[in-house]
């Protein structure tokens, strides 16, 4: 995880040699291993690139990096697969030295269409005055933009700053493609022209009409000196991930499941479906390939081969390097089940499971490891999730009892909820700005933040997860149809419109959620990594029929998800296999927690920054 900004500036009045406080603030939390700042000028044009590197893989490379032509690259992003990287190198110095190498547009684009990972970059073409940036094909990675002084300025960043709203509000680069601008051109016309580089399947004919209609959605949020075309030569990226199979079953699907869609959910009940060959087989096909997704996912960092004087850490001593959004849900049990197959047997694995105190004003226990938390039952023992991650932990010490699970309990006041989503979180969740996204963004940066208290035989004590690594099972629901919104949509318009659906949630996720949880999550100079969202992953949920994927008529706890659930039983698990699925707003109980009355899609208005007045006082409260 990195944070990368590079600010560009068409008038001398407007040129600068520091990015203001804030924003310089915000990038060096994602990034607390190193940071840069460099300044490139031309003769009407100035661009100051900012670089601050979470270091997790091979030789810290400060970034930005520059070559002897000029070129300057900023990346944020992990290369698991496409591009070869071997385990001591750097990803950065890579990806940059193909990119030096390269003087045509096809190129580049076929660099960014083999990386499997997660991406976001920043690159200054020195030789011909151009800027590229862009997210990956599902924008796993932020990337903002601002524009501003009537298209004397913009700014591009990986996170924003506080704003009051109008011209100067933040935005998310849309994950349609690749970005670029001719800056001398739009140094000497007063227009930014954005050429767009689109993602296509290399399948797909007759798309202008597609990508017409997207540069349209780009352009409508956009001040009217920017403008989005399509690029000149008419060249794309090749899409990460095949068509989703849209095919419809011979049969009713209520003919495959007559036997046990009346009947309580049990793991009998799913233990049916791997009586069927080609269901088992399908079944232990994902496992293996979402077993490699996790092993990337975990391997891929650095880890500490000091030993102590002695030569002998003892496994209690030792720090966990990865953690785990965990609710005790099927998603975060699954990817913990397979995280256990892949880390060291003697590296803890911090399982991070939040809860909000919907009365309480006690602050969580501070990290003096001296002190004591109280150990009498709390409000927060009976939140869902706190229920359910607790069950969940049970089963874990169950496949793995040699396993040291951290169970990390984060227990959060309405004090300090209404404190830090003041002064830290409100600006990691814009410029999104519903009910949903604070709840979700405020719950996950608690969560990920890592701070609160473990059961010991000793009694509760005080505990700082330590790793910069956060699984998390984002886009399970989204392919599996999770939600209650495909079933209500299989009910009332059959399979082809869940197959639409689905099909629609991956297209939106990047601006739906994964911006705003980078942002968040890398608040802490941690980075998130998304086993679901891995490429052979969704490719191969992609190629199965959506039958073998989810069967809504059957009841909640089974229908949903169902190869997940399957894959869980043969993994070993048992209760948890049949949890229906729970959002995290309400598993944590921070939903309604301030409001009752109001709904997830509302405008919130604790996200909005009211006055300059205010700014000003959180500014000092933050430092």
């Given at each position: 995880m990195c944070g990368i900004c590079c600010s560009v500036s068409f008038s001398v009045e407007h040129f600068k040699k520091d990015l203001e406080d804030d924003l310089l603030y915000n990038l060096k939390?994602?990034?607390?291993?190193?940071?840069?700042?460099?300044?490139?000028s031309a003769v009407n044009y100035q661009c100051l690139f900012s670089g601050h590197v979470l270091h997790l893989r091979g030789v810290l490379t400060t970034q930005p990096v520059e070559d002897e032509r000029g070129n300057v690259f900023l990346w944020n992003g992990e290369v698991f697969g496409g591009v070869k990287i071997e385990t001591e190198e750097n990803d950065t110095q890579i990806m940059f030295k193909y990119l030096s190498s390269y003087n045509s547009e096809a190129d580049i684009l076929s660099l960014f269409s083999e990386v499997q990972g997660p991406w976001s970059f920043i690159y200054y073409q020195a030789s011909s005055h151009y800027l590229w940036f862009g997210r990956d094909f599902f924008g796993r990675r932020s990337l903002l933009w601002q524009f501003s002084n009537l298209g004397k300025s913009f700014c591009i960043s990986s996170v924003g700053t506080q704003t009051s709203g109008g011209t100067k509000q933040w935005q998310e680069v849309p994950a349609a493609g690749i970005f670029r601008i001719d800056l001398k051109s739009a140094a000497s016309s007063s227009c930014v022209i954005l050429n767009l580089y689109p993602w296509k399947h290399i399948s797909e004919e007759n798309v202008m009409e597609?990508?017409?209609?997207?540069?349209?959605?780009?352009?409508?949020?956009?001040?009217?000196?920017?403008?989005?075309?399509?690029?000149?030569?008419?060249l794309y990226l090749a899409k990460p991930v095949i068509p989703l199979n849209t095919t419809s079953p011979q049969a009713p699907l209520e003919t495959h499941c007559?036997?046990?869609s009346s009947a309580p959910p049990t793991k009998e009940t799913l233990q049916v479906f791997l009586t069927d060959g080609h269901m088992k087989r399908v079944v232990h096909q994902f496992i293996e390939v979402l077993s490699v997704a996790v092993r990337r996912r975990v391997l891929y960092l650095l880890r500490d081969k000091t030993l102590p004087p002695d030569g002998v850490l003892k496994t209690c001593d030792r720090k966990a390097n990865v953690a785990i959004l965990f609710s005790g849900g099927i998603d975060s049990m699954v990817i913990a089940t397979l995280a256990d197959r892949h880390i060291p047997l003697d590296e803890p694995i911090d399982l991070l499971n939040v809860a909000f105190m919907v009365k309480g004003k006690t602050m969580p226990p501070r990290l003096d490891h001296r002190e004591t938390p109280s150990e009498e039952p709390s409000e927060n023992d009976s939140a869902p999730d706190r229920i359910t991650g607790r069950a969940g932990l049970k089963e874990l010490r169950t496949v793995n009892p040699s396993r040291v699970w951290n169970f990390v309990e984060i227990n959060v006041s309405m004090e300090e909820l209404q404190k830090l989503r003041r002064t830290q979180i409100r600006h990691l969740v814009q410029p999104l700005d519903t009910v949903l996204d604070d709840s979700i963004g405020c719950a996950v940066w608690f969560a990920s933040r890592g701070t609160g208290c473990l059961a010991t035989p000793d009694g509760a004590k005080s505990y700082q997860s330590s790793a910069k690594v956060i699984l998390t099972g984002i886009g399970a629901d989204e392919q599996l149809a999770g939600y209650s919104r495909h079933r209500v949509r299989f009910q009332r318009l059959g399979l082809e419109a869940l197959n639409e659906e689905i099909a629609m949630e991956l297209g939106r996720i990047s601006s739906r959620n994964l911006g705003r949880d980078d942002r968040v999550i890398g608040d802490h100079g941690k980075e998130t990594r998304f086993p679901f969202l891995d490429e052979n992953v969704v490719c191969f949920l992609n190629s199965l029929p959506i039958w073998e994927k989810a069967n809504l008529t059957l009841p909640r706890g089974i229908g949903e998800k169902l190869i997940l659930r399957l894959a869980a039983v043969e993994l070993g698990l048992t209760a948890s296999a049949l949890l229906p699925k729970r959002a995290m707003q309400f598993g944590s109980r921070i939903a309604k927690m301030e409001?009752?009355?109001?709904?997830?899609?509302?405008?919130?208005?604790?996200?909005?920054?009211?006055?300059?007045?205010?700014?000003?006082?959180?500014?000092?409260?933050?430092?």
């Open positions: 939390r994602r990034g607390p291993d190193s940071g840069k700042q460099l300044l490139k597609e990508h017409v209609h997207v540069r349209t959605q780009i352009s409508a949020d956009l001040p009217t000196f920017v403008s989005v075309v399509m690029n000149e030569a008419k007559r036997k046990i409001n009752s009355k109001e709904k997830a899609s509302d405008k919130c208005g604790r996200l909005q920054v009211i006055s300059l007045e205010n700014l000003s006082f959180e500014k000092e409260t933050k430092s």
